[in-house]
């Protein structure tokens, strides 16, 4: 019985079948139609279910939509055979994806291990880290290019420290975040059995900085958009919208990447916003108190929206009109240097933390609020201002 196909009749599809336990996660499977008959097998490619949008990856997902057309193209391959079936539609995508993997047997040089790893974290963390992730692998990758793994050692790690010094353009703290990649990467290796022992890789000395936060009479004069000497200052409709958010993630200590699902309908009768945070896919419960509210109402129970990169570029301009120029000391330049040149938007964060903090919030509880699971992180947030200090040594009497 003739199973040809026609090729006007052959196409392929991408569907995304979401995990039962896991809804806001899913499974990419390449779906070819062969003359009204289906064939439907899993790429192993996993993607976020808010990534997937009209039957394939947002724009964003660039290196997930990078792979689904190098698989497309090995499926109409199938165009150049003169006998096309279910069968052989099958066998192709099932040696993809055997393929897709590389045998660590086969694997010996660090490039090579290199590669591998990256695909494996590229479905395992959010892009924008990964990118980073990328960016820091890529520059190891090239310092040990043709090296074989049983050359790494630490006399190896110790030369890769001094290279990335010698570049004169890295701070010891920049240096200290390629060297945490680095050292994840050779953590996998171990655990992988790549190779027979962990790497140690030195650390640099950092010089202590000062933590960026906001005091009470910065917040006031930003609620109130008033200067140094009390003058109320005119923002402009981008300026006073950014400053609204920059407020929101002060009263709420939510990321920037969390603020666009603070929306009026999402806070429960007793007052309680629930949401999945976009960094670390982890349910987080808050309180959202009325000043919020008041700021949700103004635009019409939503958040404007508006890029990481302008907000950022947008609150330096509101602290500057406002005069907002405390001296802050930072480690790379050793000096002090205005606030309105060192703020971000991670700032209101990093003062939602501290607020609490001086306010006698116990730390397990502040931790629970903002999301964090490390301890250390939230201790290293916690900064007590200067009055506050002052006070607490008066009550000492000595």
Known sequence: MERKALRSSYKVNFVLIRSRREKNNGTIYAEVRINNKRVRRTTGIKIQAKNWSDGYPKRNQSLVIEKLRLIESKLTEHFSESVITEATIK??????????????????????????????????????????????????????????????TPRMMERYINYLKKKGTLSNTTINTYRKNVKTFTNWLYRNNYIPRKIEIPRLREIEKEIVQLNDDEISRLEKRK????????????????????????????????LKKLKLQNINDEGFLRIRQQKTDEMLEIYIIDKVKEILKKYNGK???????????????????????????????????????????????????????????????????????????????????KETIASEMNKLNF
């Open 91 to 152: 066998r192709r995508i099932k040696n993809w994806n055997k393929k897709k993997v590389k045998n660590k047997d086969n694997i010996a040089y660090l490039d090579e291990a290199i590669d591998s790893y990256l695909e494996f974290k590229e479905l395992d963390v959010q892009q924008n880290t990964y990118a980073r992730i990328k960016v820091h692998l890529s520059d190891f990758k090239q310092f040990t290019s043709n090296k074989m793994l049983n050359e790494l």
């Open 227 to 258: 200067n140094k000497v009390g003058q109320i200052v005119g923002l402009n409709k981008r300026q006073d919208i950014t400053t609204d958010m920059f407020l929101c993630s002060c009263y709420t200590g939510l990321r920037f990447s969390d």
């Open 303 to 385: 958040l404007p929206s508006l890029s990481n990169q302008r907000a950022n570029i947008y609150i330096k301009e509101v602290f500057r009109k406002l005069q907002l120029n405390r001296g802050i000391f930072i480690n790379k330049a050793e000096k002090y240097s205005p606030l309105n040149r060192v703020i971000s938007f991670h700032v209101g964060r990093k003062t939602f933390i501290s607020l609490a903090a001086r306010r006698g919030t116990p730390v397990p509880l502040i931790m629970k609020m903002s999301g964090h699971k490390d301890l250390k992180v939230v201790q290293r947030y916690i900064n007590f201002d």
